[in-house]
């Protein structure tokens, strides 16, 4: 069965830094999305992209997050300077397009990021 | 704004038992979506179960069902038969359809250990 595959599993930056997350979505799948869980917290939604496009983001979503799909098969989260709060697990999903609204969203295994 | 409550951080049940996980959740919406989400150890989130808000019977997949409560908006996860294999992390999401973009609201989690 088709999986949604993150790299690196995880990631140790020195806070300041750039860092960039990078998910492949199932192939025919056309919605993209980043979530984060910081350690013990709930799984929070960042981002969602379609059509090349940011369609929703939250207020965590700030100017030093990006979105991109640079290829037309990878979709990147970047952090331009990260923090000790970004610290978490990063979950990249994505989504089929379907005539019905109930195709649901398959997750990849997650990056932890370690901003140190 | 909707939120999901999962109010059992930790739960376990014997094998062969049945365990029933608890999801409360708060929305305006009348059109939304309800998932299940099972993780287990160091692997990916797996979809379980989903139930469309409209439909008034409960969703069933083999062991596992929901009682679906929606006027209490309650939506429990029953596992019947439980198995090893079902000790995971499990989530409870919710996804308002006329957002447009289907992101997924997430409870907190309860981790179920099925003991031997």
């Known amino acids: 069965e088709p999986e949604v595959t993150q790299t690196p599993s995880h990631q140790v930056t020195q806070m300041g830094q750039e860092v960039i997350l990078r998910c492949v979505p199932i192939?025919?799948?056309?919605?993209f999305y980043w979530y984060r869980q910081i350690l013990g917290q709930k799984v929070e939604f960042l981002v969602s992209?379609?059509?090349?496009?940011?369609?929703?983001k939250s207020e965590i979503f700030d100017d030093q997050f990006s979105v991109e799909r640079p290829d037309g098969s990878n979709f990147t989260l970047k952090i331009r300077s990260t923090k000790l709060e970004d610290s978490a697990m990063y979950f990249c999903?994505?989504?089929?397009?379907?005539?019905?609204?109930?195709?649901?969203?398959?997750f990849g295994d997650g990056t932890r990021l370690s901003i140190l | 704004a909707q939120t999901v409550t999962q109010s059992q951080p930790e739960m376990s049940v014997q094998e062969a038992e049945t365990v029933t996980l608890s999801c409360t959740y708060d929305?305006?919406?009348?059109?939304?979506?309800l998932f299940w989400y099972k993780q287990p150890p160091s692997r990916q989130m797996i979809l379980v179960i989903r139930?469309?808000?409209?439909?008034?019977q409960n969703a069933t997949e083999n062991r596992f069902s929901v009682n679906f409560q929606k006027a209490a908006k309650s939506f429990s996860l029953k596992i019947s038969d439980s198995q090893l294999g079902d000790t995971a992390m499990y989530f409870c999401?919710?996804?308002?359809?006329?957002?447009?973009?289907?992101?997924?609201?997430f409870g907190t989690g309860t981790r179920l250990k099925v003991l031997a």
């Open positions: 992209f379609y059509n090349n496009e940011i369609s929703e």
């Open positions: 999401a919710f996804m308002n359809v006329d957002s447009g973009t289907y992101k997924y609201i």
């Open positions: 192939s025919n799948h056309l919605y």
């Open positions: 139930q469309e808000a409209y439909k008034q």
């Open positions: 999903a994505s989504r089929a397009w379907g005539t019905l609204s109930n195709q649901p969203q398959h």
């Open positions: 929305t305006s919406e009348n059109n939304y979506y």
